[in-house]
């Protein structure tokens, strides 16, 4: 769970700082060291967005028509609820947007697809399911980070899997073999010691059905996103294994916003925008998730508005990367991604990641 918000007086969370350095408690809200910037909660008013995120116009004031932009997100996932939020609460108009929503909910490389060919101009996704398509050469530019965490892995009691070591020549249902789950928890596998190619089995299953294969016994484990999966972890059947905010990856970036090329080399402003207001909103998911899960509730998502508060809650809404923090985050998945043999092995990941990350707010 993240630190509380700051309030008034109000200085930069402490994961900020820490990340940052104690010197940079002196620096304005929102820069960093050697160019690094990791935007958190505004520095003045609980909902101020901070300088990075407020509309082009000092006032915020739009003027002139709106500009239409479709944006591609998936309706079931909980973790792209500051899309909703944005629209239903004015962000993107106070920025100068029309966004129409395109909802997919299938493969990553459709969306991509979408993306690089202006049948959407932007979307949200997983950063570990979008990198290994990006390496293939969409013109897609991430443009920053929305949050980290919803990805869990769930064992089952009875087979004493309550441990990543745990696993080891067991078998964990998944949804499908390019999921973010399987590879963020096959990065876990390999720093266990356990070979996640060889080591365990991976075995597919209709994603509503992953807790019935592990009830079963078919499947020892499961891994998978939110909202499933906190709903099962409730079950006292399941023990939670890890997240993807477990040790190390605690200050990592999940979900990632991400524009099409064309768009962001014709229409740069635009980008900056449609990136500033997601960043708002995901701000406000951090500040009153309660108000975020009744709206993602009301665009189809599953689970009471308690557990989607509760899900929003433990998921670093509050925690968005961008400028060189992000790229550094980029890098250290690329390099993790290689060693599981997702991203190609001559892959230079510092070149990666200059080339897939556009920074369109400066």
């Given amino acids: 769970m993240t630190d509380a918000p700051p309030r008034p007086g109000l200085l ?11 010197a940079a408690a002196a620096l304005p809200f929102g820069l960093g060291v050697s160019g690094s910037r990791a935007w ?10 901070g300088p990075l995120c407020r509309p082009a116009a000092a006032d915020g004031a739009v003027t002139g028509p709106l500009k239409p932009i479709k ?5 079931t996932a ?27 909910g299938g493969s990553t490389e459709a969306l991509l697809e979408a993306i690089a060919t202006g049948k959407a101009d932007a979307g949200i996704g997983m950063a570990l399911r979008w990198l290994k398509p990006l390496e293939q050469g969409f013109d897609v530019k991430i443009t920053a980070g929305l949050h980290g965490g919803c990805l869990r892995l769930l064992g089952a009691k009875a087979a004493g899997i309550t441990e990543v070591a745990a ?22 596998l390999a720093k266990a ?8 089995e991976w075995r597919l299953y209709p994603a509503d059905l992953l807790n019935l294969a592990v009830e079963k016994g078919e499947a020892q484990a499961l891994a998978d996103a939110d909202p499933r999966t906190w709903i099962w972890r409730k079950d006292e059947r399941f023990a939670e294994v890890a997240t993807n905010l477990s040790g190390a990856y605690a200050d990592r970036t999940c979900c ?66 961008v400028g060189a923090d992000l790229k550094r985050q980029l890098v250290l998945y690329g390099d993790e991604l290689k060693q599981v043999n997702v991203l190609k092995r001559t892959t230079d990941t510092a070149k990666f990641a200059e ?4 920074d369109v707010l400066s």
């Fill in 12 to 22: 930069p969370s402490r994961r900020f700082l820490l990340r940052a350095g104690a």
């Fill in 40 to 49: 958190g909660p505004g520095p003045s008013q609980p909902f101020d967005p």
């Fill in 71 to 75: 944006l591609a997100w998936n309706a």
């Fill in 78 to 104: 909980i973790c792209t609820a500051a899309a909703p939020l944005a629209k239903e609460r004015g962000i993107f108009a106070a920025h100068g947007l029309d966004v129409e929503f395109v909802n997919f």
């Fill in 167 to 188: 696993l080891k020549g067991k078998t964990i249902a998944i949804s499908d073999h390019a999921s973010p789950a399987k590879n963020f928890f096959g990065l876990l």
């Fill in 193 to 200: 010691g356990i070979d996640p190619e060889n080591g365990v």
């Fill in 256 to 321: 990632v916003v991400a524009v099409r090329g064309s768009l962001i080399r014709g229409d740069r402003a635009a980008a900056a925008a449609l990136t500033r207001a997601v960043l708002e909103a995901g701000h406000r998911v951090h500040e009153n998730p309660e108000d975020a899960a009744r709206i993602f509730s009301g665009y189809g998502g599953k689970g009471s508005i308690e557990d989607l508060a509760a899900m929003l809650k433990s998921q670093h809404h509050g925690d968005r990367p």
């Fill in 355 to 358: 080339r897939v990350y556009a």
